[in-house]
């Protein structure tokens, strides 16, 4: 089965600056996709960005961005000019491009200090 | 308005005493899934459905079942719950994707916390 790290369970970032969250993923497949979702106090889950493994070219979504590197297995996020309503858990996630399965980090506590 | 409802949003139950968590769609989805939340654990997939009378079990199906047998609703049953399906539950639909097109997003529930005691 495929596994999804998220290695930095709390952060921390100043309101205007930039922060990126950390996340690895083991697979043995070659095709496949991944996503970043926020889930604020509401426990609403929000699909904040998606990325296809066999695009070469990262995601951008506004101020949000990923930095995919296919061969390390890492796909982290980079949030710019971070707000306070960017205070949430954000959640790494891997489908599996054949079986529909789904595979969730544990998750990264975002503060955003004013 | 697009949306996946769940109810209960909130249920108190017993060790034993079979319930059902209703889930339903209005996007006309082929995609429906369950997972649940824990604490440190992120979330994880329970069962999934790719259409009407297909189902298919995620990481954590043991205890659980579903069944789909109208497109928009995708029913979680706990036969005899314990404490440790303590837990927040999320369902989830999506279209199919298809390469190049973002059709895949799935659109999550409000939740529904389960406290077995």
């Known amino acids: 089965a495929q596994t999804v790290t998220q290695s930095q369970p709390e952060m921390s970032v100043q309101e205007a600056e930039t922060v990126t969250l950390s996340c690895t993923y083991d697979?043995?497949?070659?095709?496949?996709?991944l996503f970043w979702y926020k889930q604020p106090p509401s426990r609403q889950m929000i699909l904040v960005i998606r990325?296809?493994?066999?695009?070469?070219q990262n995601a951008t979504e506004n101020r949000f961005s990923v930095n995919f590197q296919k061969a390390a297995k890492s796909f982290s996020l980079k949030i710019s000019d971070s707000q306070l309503g960017d205070a949430a858990m954000y959640f790494c996630?891997?489908?599996?491009?054949?079986?529909?399965?789904?595979?969730f980090g544990s998750g990264t506590k975002l503060n955003v200090k004013p | 308005e697009a949306q996946v409802t769940q109810n209960p949003r909130y249920l108190i139950t017993v060790t034993g005493k079979k319930l059902t968590v209703t889930c339903s769609q209005n996007?006309?989805?082929?995609?429906m899934s369950w997972y649940r939340q824990d604490p440190g654990l992120g979330l994880r997939q329970i069962y999934y459905?790719?259409?009407?009378?297909?189902?298919d079990k995620g990481d954590v199906p043991e205890g659980y079942k579903v069944s789909r047998k109208e497109k928009r609703n995708f029913p979680l049953i706990l036969e005899s719950p314990s404490p440790n399906q303590t837990s927040l539950y999320f369902c989830?639909?999506?279209?199919?994707?298809?390469?190049?097109?973002?059709?895949?997003?799935?659109?999550f529930g409000p939740g529904t916390r389960l406290t077995v005691l």
């Open positions: 996630a891997y489908r599996s491009y054949n079986f529909n399965k789904f595979y």
């Open positions: 989830a639909s999506s279209l199919f994707p298809t390469a190049g097109v973002r059709t895949d997003t799935q659109y």
């Open positions: 697979t043995s497949e070659s095709d496949y996709y």
């Open positions: 459905s790719m259409n009407v009378e297909v189902t």
């Open positions: 990325q296809e493994a066999y695009k070469q």
């Open positions: 996007m006309n989805h082929e995609y």
